[in-house]
Each structure stands twice: as C-alpha cells, then as structure tokens.
C-alpha cells in the first residue's frame, strides 16, 4: 500500500474486472476477451449488449428473444411522459436522461437487486432513445411522438424517432456499429462513477444517474459535441490549418483528441472514420470530412496526439442527421451496456469504494470562538 497521491489517479488499478481490458496489447479494446475489430462487421449491438451484460455472447435465438423484449420496452410511462413537459426546451439532452434515468426509479423501483438488476439494464437501454426523442420533439418540433417502434435495433428505433420516418441503410449500420465502439471502457469516469454509487448499496438506477452525470463533461462524453463544434468553425482545410495552429498557440485544448490510456492510437478511432469517410461520400460532402482530415492532421504533426472516439464519430453522426446536442445521448444509449455490466460485477463482490486523501491544509490550530474573531 502507498500513500503517494496520483493525479487523476492515473495508472492506478482500482479494482478487478472481468469484463473489458483497454490498451493492453498495443492499443487494443476487448469486451469480455472480443476484440472491436473482431465484433464490428460481424456483430449488432444488441450482441454485444447481452454479452457485456449476461456475461456470454447469444446464439440466433437468444439474440432475436433479447430485441423482442428491448422492443417491447420502450413505452414511456404516462408520468414520465408529464415530466418530460416540463422539462424546459433550454436543458441540455443529457440533463433531460438524467431527470429522466432518476424520474424511472420512483416508477418502477428496484427493491430486490439480484432479481431485477438485469430486467433494469434492459429497461434502461430500451427507454433512453424514447426519453430523449419525446422530449426533443415535444419541445423542439412541437410534436407527441408515439415511441413504440418496431425497428429491431436500438440505433434504428432512435434514428426513426428522430426522423420520424425510417433511417437509410448506411444511417441505420453506421449508428449501430457506433454503439458497439461506445458500450464499454473499463473504468473510465461514468463507469467508475457508477461503481462508486453502486458500492454504497444504492440502486441500480442512483448508479446509471451518477453515470450520466459524469458523462455529461467535455473531457468524457461532451467530447463529441465540442469535436463537432471546432470542426463546423472552419470552411476550408486551409482555415483550419490556420485556426489549428492559433488555438494551439493558445494551449488551448483540443476537444478529440488525447486519451488518459491510450497512448499510440485509439483503436476505436480507424473503425468510425471509415464510417464518417462513407457517410461524407453518401452525402457528398466536401467540407466537413476535408477540414476533420486536416484538423486530424494537425494534431499528428503538432503534437503528435491522436483523434479518440470522439472526434470521427462527430463528423459521422452529423451526415445521420443527428443534432449536434443529441451526440452525447446517443453515448449514453450504449454505455448502458457497460455501465449495467459494472453495476452487476461490483455488486457480486462488493466493498466500500473509499480512498484516502493527502492532506494539504493548515496545522491543527485552536479554534477561536466567533465573539473572539
Ligand atoms: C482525454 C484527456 C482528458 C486525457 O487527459 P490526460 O491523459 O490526463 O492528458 P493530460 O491532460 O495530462 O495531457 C498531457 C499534455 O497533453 C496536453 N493535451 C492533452 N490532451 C490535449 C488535447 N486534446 N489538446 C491539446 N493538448 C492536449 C495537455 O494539455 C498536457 O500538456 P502539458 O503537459 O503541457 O500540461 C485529454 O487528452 C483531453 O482533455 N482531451 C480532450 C477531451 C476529449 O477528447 N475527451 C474524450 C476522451 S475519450
């Protein structure tokens, strides 16, 4: 045992894990021994969901079982449906599945974990879309949507939501081969949040809302939504160039960038630029796609930093015609699936989440009562 504070607390292994490894190998992701690249292309998302979550990958019937139970959860309930009225237009997505995450548990409460923990994760996955797009449209559009849809998967049910039509083919794989790059990162700072939640014995659905609070920060999950902000600032690649070097001039910090683990590439990073390059020519974009490659570029030869996640799937889910504000919601519609793997995991060998602290303060001094001060 050391009492050396690490910053961050960096590079400190935290506890155990069975269920994802992150930058072992050079670089490399794997859900429960299955590498990424193994999965995407090969797999939908929902796969990988019940793999992380049942712990084993489905067969045919199990998969097809396991949408059929997502797809019949996805009704809102009548009440949250009057909270999400109220909500003001001005909240942020993510603050609307945070009230609503919270809002579900007075509804439908756990009260006997181990029987219901699965059932929660699974209600969860199949009402995140629902919550955010009944929201979204109620008070962006004007409109109450029905939520019910019958699209097999999680990506097609919000893509249908949003557009109130069904989405294109590429839109539709695209988003799901998104969420499975997104379903899990080891204990990156939602996931531990929601350990740390789940350590004091609390519910399954305090421990998601913590989750979707920390994920809400540009650092973690806005990460996004900030990449596609610095992306849409530029016309040109040549504007970027310049802007790139100004900002670096400036420290400034460049959202997409950098990794707390990775430290050459993030494997996750190649598999949605492929996607945003297809989805550029689909639409046939020639500004969006060109400035990221430079701003890419940029940083490469700068500072020798690497895009994460973040930043291609940026440029990527702006040709889906998704808002830009909806791009950490559509986060949240994956990590679930990590996130209720790490509630279930730390639940089946828990203990207190309490680390120490270096004192930094004053001396112990004597208390000067307030008629003396
Ligand atoms: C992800 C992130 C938080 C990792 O942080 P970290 O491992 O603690 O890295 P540090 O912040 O210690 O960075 C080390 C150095 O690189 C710089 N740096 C890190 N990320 C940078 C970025 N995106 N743009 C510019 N400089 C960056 C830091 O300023 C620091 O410089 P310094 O030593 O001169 O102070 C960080 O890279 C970041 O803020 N990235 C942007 C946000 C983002 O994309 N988040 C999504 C992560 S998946």
Redesign the pocket.
Known sequence: MTNQTV??L?GVSAGQTAICTVGSEGNSLHYRGYSIEDMVGQACFEEVAYLLIYGELPNQSKLAAYQQKLKSLRDLPEALKIVLKLIPRTAHPMDVLKVGCAFLGTLESETHPTQQQCDIADRLMALFPSIVMYWYQWHHLGREIDTHTEADGVAAHFLELLLQRKPEAMVSEAVDQSLILYAE?EF?ASTFAARVTTATLSDFYSAITSAIGTLRG???????E??MELIEAYQTPAEAKAGLLDR?AR???????????YKIR?PRSDIIQGWAKKLAALRGDKVIYPVAEMIDKM?RDE?H?FP????YSAAAYHFCDIPTELFTPIFVFARIAGWSAHVIEQRQNNKIIRPGAEYIGPEPRPFVAIANR
């Not at 540009?218 to 996004?224: R, S």
């Not at 994460?308 to 930043?311: A, E, S, V």
């Open positions: 910053a961050g960096k990162h990156n540009p650092l973690h999950g806005g990460a996004n900030a990449a670096l420290k400034e910090k460049i959202m997409g960038f950098g990794h707390a683990v993030d940083m500072k930093m994460n996640l973040d930043f």
